[in-house]
């Protein structure tokens, strides 16, 4: 095991240069410049060149990246552009910010995915595992865009249950149940797609294990039914993990749109303002984080994969 | 035992959802019924709904647009000047803020500033000639600990003409610019004062996170450039503000924002939709429009193809209909452009208003000019945008119109970071024949040659015309309002009748207001005065 995570761990780094260094240069090449975003019309010429030469635009591309990558192995990631302060000190709480509604939106997608899945394996020609399919196919079809404005439509404007946007209601004192209430409707429309997807994994493959000799096996045991479904259910948790960590990093670049439409302001939203502005470190700096999680999140199916199936663990 | 375990995690995760959901039920009356209330105080907490991101708070480091000065900058931080804000028929002026009163020199360049007494910055300390040397060091002097580049270059913009400063004595100091600058007061309104013992406390490099000045609300917090509390300064010079509390929050998707006010989770919303106006009236929302110192425009390429021929550029001028544009594709947010001035400012004249909607005119300049059967021709648009209002669709509208003249418009979108970037290079993002854009022309008269100038570093359409560097040089040089009226007047004028640009509209600032938010004076300034407003009954 230790040299299966060995592995996995030193194969992500060429990974990670690959992903900095191809958005460095996309970046770079993107119209524009942090120097005309930050400056209002009046600022001199002078001014100008002087904050470029500051800001090191005006050196090659290879040598900027090689700088940028000596610092960023330190912990340094720059400065932002208009923010100036450390990038690191700007990243951090937008990154729990979106570790909050990602874990929300995640947990709903398992909870939700399993159940679905379940009842639809389980029942797959009665009325309840037929409820099932249909809900997890309009979840995965459901227009994310729409169907989040319409949430806040429904229990925002005309119910009043729910909280439009934000984190916090800014005419009350706040606290976590308040911090909870703004979570639902961001985490619902995140989860959405990805709970539908989930679903029908789950429900394909559980469906297949059930109607595997392993099940018959089982059941030609006199074992129970909650026996059965235990093992069945295993067997199909392979099929549920990777999905489930396909799903988790799906969720942590899809939150940009939630982020944006709930006001929530976390990683996704950060990086649109960022790129708004041309504020490369910022940029720069959150595409790390976003690839250092994603591939962390990898290692990790992996990791729980080979925990489950020993077949998995002798491969490796 | 691994089914054990992971049977009881997906318990504890439904369980946990279920918890949430239940939460959430248990809380949601409280949001009920509450649109814009206020606290315990007598003045109520305003949350002000903003279009983009929230400014970098420190003094004039902003770098987030003009919608960031007048919520937050201006709020906290005042410069030895400000717009008076107090009017709503006629275009703000400038009035004494830190100082009270000031003389120049027969040279229009040496300025002495008469500073006003008994004012302290919001951590108590006091305001004083040594405050306004120290701000001006950390703008001008690279050898001031609290100086960086960033800062320099961002506080060039306006202090930028400053040549020298120094104590006179008796709480007088004297300013003296590179050039004579009759519209030296107005730039100085954009120099902020910040708190000297607040930032030899932070440092310039941490004193985003605890701005201090001496504005009328003082900083509470912040997530940088989502969110801003500010609280009234009790002890602010004018008397404090009416509100206990003030929050910016940037909800830069129109949509989220007339949910935000319907909701009740805000109660008050910069520029709504246009479409959504109407709705938002039926709800019980409070309009509020003026108009201010704005421009939509296009800026034609007066040095490609037709656009060359002025007689060109005048037709299509007659082609379009603003009026149209104006009233039902902005729901009356915004007013028809006859002309370069804008109408809220002092260099506007009535009688200067010149393109009507006169189509048959337009094809008869357009024959006279050699395109009897009109050309084709591009157009760069920005999707969006401060000050932008609908750029897409107004830029459709106006391509029906000129298709009806014989002027064929390719229309190409480009994001507004990408068009202002490449116009400080003095190129155009696509290589279109024009760029369509909105700007406050006025704001302030320093920035008006960047615009209209032949020297610009901006790409301005190649326009030049002597004339108007002339008058505009004379105009800047004055400190004579009604000298610097008149030239600005004839400058405009000429403007208008070279028409290098399409003049469309002038934007009237719309904002939704709660029913419950009282007091607000709209000025006609991008500006705001928050000090008058109140939120209850």
């Given at each position: ?8 761990l ?8 690959g ?11 993107v ?69 909050v ?60 249950w ?31 797609v ?19 000799d ?34 988790l ?21 950060l ?10 470190p910022?940029v ?26 020993p077949?998995?663990?002798s491969?490796? | ?10 318990t ?72 008076d ?5 006629g ?16 040279d ?60 006179a ?5 004297t ?16 120099v ?9 406390k ?8 605890h ?27 004018r ?12 909800i830069?998707?129109a ?33 509020v ?53 804008p ?14 909607h ?9 024959a ?15 999707t ?5 209002l ?26 507004w ?10 190129t ?67 403007v ?35 000090t ?6």
């Amino acid at each position: 095991m230790r040299r299966f995570l060995t592995r996995r761990l030193l194969l992500a780094v060429p990974s990670l240069l690959g992903v900095t260094a191809v958005v460095y240069a996309t970046v770079a090449l993107v119209p524009g410049d942090p120097v005309s975003a930050f400056l209002g019309p009046g600022a001199s010429p002078g001014a100008r060149r002087e904050l470029a030469a500051r800001l090191g635009l005006g050196r090659p591309l290879p040598v900027r990246y090689a700088h940028w990558l000596g610092h960023a192995v330190r912990g340094d990631l720059g400065t932002s552009v208009s923010a100036q302060r450390p990038v690191t000190e700007v990243l951090w709480p937008a990154l729990q910010q979106t570790l909050v509604v990602t874990a929300a939106a995640f947990a709903l997608v398992v909870a939700g995915g399993v159940l679905l899945g379940a009842v639809g394996a389980l029942r797959p020609r009665g009325p309840a595992g037929r409820l099932a399919g249909a809900l997890s196919t309009l979840s995965v079809s459901a227009p994310q865009f729409s169907v989040a404005l319409l949430l806040i439509s429904v229990f925002a404007v005309r119910l009043r249950w729910l909280p439009a946007g934000g984190t916090h209601d800014a005419f009350g004192p706040g606290g976590t149940a308040d911090l909870l209430r703004h979570l639902v409707l961001p985490a619902v429309a995140a989860a959405l797609v990805p709970l539908g997807l989930t679903a029908r994994v789950f429900r394909t493959a559980l469906a297949g294990v059930l109607e595997s000799d392993l099940a018959d096996g089982l059941r030609a045991r006199g074992t129970t039914r909650a026996v059965v479904l235990c093992h069945c259910a295993h067997n199909a948790a392979p099929a549920l993990l990777t999905i489930g960590g396909l799903q988790l990093a799906y969720l942590l670049e899809g939150v940009v749109f939630v982020e944006t439409l709930f006001d929530w302001p976390g990683l996704g939203r950060l990086l649109y303002d960022a790129l708004a502005a041309r504020d490369f470190p910022v940029v720069q700096g959150g595409v790390l984080v976003v690839a250092v999680a994603f591939i962390g999140i990898n290692i990790l199916v992996d990791a729980a994969h080979a925990l489950i199936d020993p077949r998995v663990r002798s491969t490796s | 035992m691994p089914i054990r375990h992971r049977l009881f995690r997906s318990t504890a995760l439904t369980s946990a959802a279920l918890l949430m959901t239940a939460v959430a039920g248990c809380g949601s009356h409280a949001g009920t019924g509450r649109a814009g209330g206020g606290t315990s105080g007598h003045g109520g907490t305003l949350v002000i709904g903003a279009t983009g991101k929230l400014p970098n708070p420190d003094t004039m480091m902003g770098g987030d647009g003009f919608e960031g000065k007048r919520l937050v900058a201006f709020q906290l931080y005042e410069g030895l000047t400000r717009y008076d804000l107090s009017k709503t028929d006629g275009p703000s002026r400038v009035t004494g803020a830190l100082a009270t009163s000031w003389t120049v020199a027969p040279d229009h360049r040496t300025w002495t500033f008469t500073l006003r007494k008994g004012v302290t910055f919001q951590d108590g300390t006091a305001f004083d000639t040594a405050a306004v040397i120290f701000n001006l060091d950390r703008y001008l002097n690279p050898k001031s600990p609290y100086y960086t580049t960033a800062l320099g270059a961002a506080a060039s913009e306006y202090a930028g003409d400053i040549a020298a400063y120094r104590a006179a004595g008796s709480g007088r100091v004297t300013l003296v610019t590179k050039a004579a600058n009759g519209h030296f007061p107005e730039d100085l309104a954009h120099v902020l004062i910040a708190s000297p013992t607040a930032l030899r406390k932070s440092g310039t490099a941490r004193f985003a996170t605890h701005p201090v000045g001496t504005g009328p609300f003082a900083f509470v917090s912040q997530t940088t450039g989502q969110r801003i509390e500010l609280a009234a300064n009790k002890r602010y010079w004018r008397g404090a503000p009416k509100l206990d509390r003030l929050v910016i929050e940037a909800i830069p998707d129109a949509a989220a924002r007339t949910a935000a006010l319907r909701s009740g989770r805000v109660n008050w919303i910069e520029y709504p939709n246009p479409d959504d106006i109407d709705s938002l009236k039926s709800a019980g929302a409070q309009i509020v429009t003026n108009s201010y110192d704005h421009l939509w425009y296009w800026i034609l390429d007066t040095a490609k193809g037709p656009w060359r021929d002025v007689r060109v550029r005048r037709a299509a001028n007659y082609a379009i209909d603003r009026k149209a544009v104006a009233e039902s594709l902005l729901h009356g947010t915004a007013d028809p452009a006859y002309q370069a001035a804008p109408r809220a400012t002092f260099a506007y004249d009535p009688k200067g208003d010149t393109y009507t909607h006169d189509p048959a005119k337009a094809r008869q300049l357009l024959a006279e000019a050699g395109y009897p059967n009109g050309f084709s021709t591009s157009v760069t648009v920005p999707t969006g945008g401060s000050g932008n209002l609908l750029p897409v669709p107004i830029t459709e509208a106006l391509q029906r119109d000129l298709a009806d003249v014989g002027i064929k418009v390719t229309i190409r979108t480009t994001d507004w970071s990408t068009l202002i970037g490449d116009e400080a290079k003095g190129t155009v993002a696509l290589g279109s024949d024009a760029i369509a854009q909105s700007t406050t022309l006025f704001q302030s008269e320093a920035l008006l040659p960047l615009f209209v100038g032949s020297g610009s570093p901006f790409w301005t359409g190649h326009y030049a015309n002597k004339n108007v560097d002339r008058l505009l040089a004379a105009a800047a040089a004055s400190p004579v309002l009604a000298t610097r009226q008149d030239d600005y007047r004839r400058a405009l004028a000429q403007v208008t009748a070279d028409a290098p640009w399409l003049f469309v509209v002038n934007d009237r600032n719309p904002r939704a207001l709660a029913p419950d938010v009282h007091g607000l004076v709209q000025p006609q300034s991008w500006f705001l005065d928050l000090t008058t407003v109140r939120v209850g009954k």
